[in-house]
């Protein structure tokens, strides 16, 4: 490593720009937030990227991602129609 590196011309930011998405400050209800990171813990998805699913969902009116637990439901429900 060098003693001392020039910094003079460094930019902020991230090196690899991203496209189609702008970062933004937001402020968001505890349990919002919350409920969010635990569901990041069990689904082992970002919080982030379970909240912008969830906008996308709301604000495109298209449906939800399938889940473990609504294909779960949705088995349940056909075995007790034919049981």
Same mark, same amino acid.
């Given at each position: 490593?060098?003693? @001392? /590196?020039? &910094?003079s011309?460094?930019?902020? !930011?991230?090196?690899? +720009?991203?496209? #189609?998405?702008?970062r933004?400050?937001? /402020?968001?209800?505890? !349990?919002? %937030?919350?409920? &969010?990171?635990? %569901?990041?813990?069990?689904? #082992?998805? !970002? /919080?982030?990227?379970?909240?912008?699913e969830?906008?996308?969902?709301?604000? @495109?009116r298209?449906? +939800? +991602?399938?889940?473990?637990?609504?294909?779960?439901?949705?088995?349940?429900e @056909?075995?007790?129609?034919?049981?």
């Amino acid at each position: 490593m060098k003693k @001392e /590196y020039d &910094f003079s011309k460094a930019k902020r !930011g991230a090196v690899l +720009p991203t496209t #189609g998405k702008t970062r933004i400050t937001l /402020y968001l209800d505890n !349990g919002v %937030l919350e409920h &969010f990171r635990d %569901l990041s813990e069990k689904t #082992g998805r !970002g /919080y982030q990227t379970l909240i912008n699913e969830a906008l996308s969902v709301h604000t @495109e009116r298209r449906e +939800p +991602p399938l889940t473990s637990e609504a294909v779960r439901r949705i088995v349940r429900e @056909e075995l007790a129609l034919q049981g």
